[in-house]
Structures are given as C-alpha cells and as structure tokens.
Nanobody, 124 residues
Framework: VQLQASGGGLVQPGGSLRLSCAAA????????MGWFRQVPGKEREGVSL????????FYEDSVQGRFTISREVAKNIVYLQMDSLKPEDTALYYC??????????????????WGRGTQVTVSS
C-alpha cells in the first residue's frame, strides 16, 4: 500500500489550502481515507475521515465548518479543503487509509496505512 500526499504550504490566517492524497495497493473496494495532524510535543490527532462511499464524514470539532473532506471514489483519492485557516491549524498533516467492512464504515478493519506528512503553516 502506498499513499502519496501533496498540497501543504505557507498561508496567511484566513487563507485556504487544499491537500490531496492518492492511495494505491488496496485489495478491497471498501477503504476509509482521511487526514491526521501532529505538532511537536503532542499526539497525532484525527482531523477528518470519509467512508468508502463518500457519504459518511467525520470532522474534529475545531475544524468543523472550515474544512471539507471529499474523495474520488473509484480512484481512492481524497481531498481536504481547508478554509478560514488559523495559526493553530499549523501542523504536519498525514494522509491515512485502511480497509473497512463496508462502504459506510469509518473504522479500519486492521489499522491504517500512512503517507508521508505534508507541512501546513498558517502565519502572517
């Protein structure tokens, strides 16, 4: 399994960025995909997840209403549109994906595979 993420960068507060991630190598049609982030000295936290069907989404409370997750279902590509960015959104963002039991599940059956992190920095 391979995950390739892109789209990080430096943006001013209030600005926008879009992250992309393509996953390859899964044998199942049911793959949950999402984004986590981590800052030095803190645990990695879940930001947003999307089910294989694209219909079920999870957002961490602090990004609800500002971030939008979407995916190209047939290609296992996931996007994270980040609007109204705040300095506290600064982190290393990781793409993750895992096989699930059905198209609506957000729970990976045997854990997550991870991509390399992409840095998002929100600063004036």
């Amino acid at each position: 399994v391979q995950l390739q993420a892109s789209g990080g960068g430096l943006v001013q507060p209030g600005g926008s960025l879009r992250l992309s991630c393509a996953a390859a190598g899964f044998s199942s049609d049911f793959v949950v995909m999402g984004w986590f982030r981590q800052v030095p000295g803190k645990e990695r936290e879940g930001v947003s997840l999307i089910s294989a069907s694209g219909l079920i989404r999870f957002y961490e409370d602090s990004v609800q209403g500002r971030f939008t997750i979407s995916r190209e279902v047939a290609k296992n590509i996931v996007y994270l549109q980040m609007d109204s960015l705040k300095p506290e959104d600064t982190a290393l963002y990781y793409c993750a994906a895992g096989e699930t039991d059905d198209a609506s599940s957000l729970t990976p059956r045997t854990g997550l595979s991870w991509g390399r992190g992409t840095q998002v920095t929100v600063s004036s």
